[in-house]
């Protein structure tokens, strides 16, 4: 019999420490009452989108002329404010991805189409694609307007500020609310309660359930709250590690190491 066992049919896939960190998260909301606010995250995001596109392509408003708009500077000669133009919509794109990314891995996509869930979860990479491909196809475009020169420095600025923007705004470990699912599926409970004892630390934004969290060892200002106060204060991000071995606790993963493995 205990062989039969054996050949069981092999479980589904394993869930990944994003996965976990998510069910953890929407545990959390459950037990706690108290909702983790993501909409608001995906606004910032798009309001930073939206700037980036300003500093990309900022018109000239009446005769005051604002020293943003890569593509005006371009065609005005301005060297330094095109190129700090440029490098400000990359970091604008890269802090919009990670908020999205942020409020997806706590309130991942619903959506069950393996194409739409790429897009949702690779947004960041999209948003950088569409915010940089204007200046891309002007610069192809012959045009005797633009210095020659100044046209070649552009490109390779353009070119890296791209690359840097894309490979900041990707979600490494995309997650999906079916996987997620799944997870709340094998186990009803991680143990969480709003009245459970968390631990968190004066300056960090986490809350540990393990007061022997690796993250904790090199502070001295742990302290012992419950869950409901550490979410309602600033601590209300679960720490990975501690999400991990709660789900392995739990028995919904074999162990830590597998759990942390990025999803083949
Ligand atoms: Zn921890």
């Excluded at 000669?77 to 991805?97: R, Y």
């Excluded at 393996?114 to 960041?124: A, K, M, S």
């Excluded at 200002?221 to 709660?246: I, M, P, Y």
């Amino acid at each position: 019999m205990a062989e039969k066992k054996n050949n069981a049919p092999a479980a589904k896939k394993k869930p990944t420490a994003a996965d976990l960190k998510a069910a953890a998260a929407q545990l959390e909301e459950k037990e706690t009452g108290v909702k983790k606010n993501t909409a608001i995250l995906r606004v910032i995001a798009f309001v930073l989108w939206a700037l980036a596109a300003v500093a990309m392509y900022l018109p000239q408003i009446g005769d005051t002329n604002w020293p943003f708009g890569a593509v005006r500077m371009l065609f005005m000669n301005a060297t330094v404010e095109c190129i700090v133009d440029l490098i400000v919509a990359g970091v604008l794109c890269v802090v919009a991805a990670r908020l999205w990314v942020k409020a997806n891995h706590i309130h991942p996509t619903k959506l069950h189409n393996p194409v739409l869930q790429f897009i949702w979860n690779q947004l960041g990479v999209l948003m950088a694609g569409v915010i940089f491909a204007p200046l891309a196809i002007i610069l192809i475009q012959k045009n005797e307007k633009i210095d020659p020169k100044l046209k070649k420095i552009v490109a390779a600025v353009l070119a890296v500020v791209f690359l840097a923007a894309a490979a900041g705004s990707a979600d490494y470990h995309p997650t999906t609310q079916d996987a997620v699912d799944q997870v709340l599926e094998q186990t009803e409970d991680f143990g969480i309660h709003s009245d459970s004892t968390v631990y968190v630390t004066k300056y960090g934004y986490k809350h540990h359930y393990y007061e022997d969290c690796q993250a904790l060892k090199n502070s001295n200002t742990v302290q012992a709250v419950t869950l409901q106060e550490a979410v309602e204060g600033h601590h209300s991000d679960v720490c990975s590690f501690c999400a991990t071995r709660a789900a392995k606790d739990a028995g919904v993963t074999e162990s830590v190491e597998e759990a942390l493995q990025p999803a083949a």
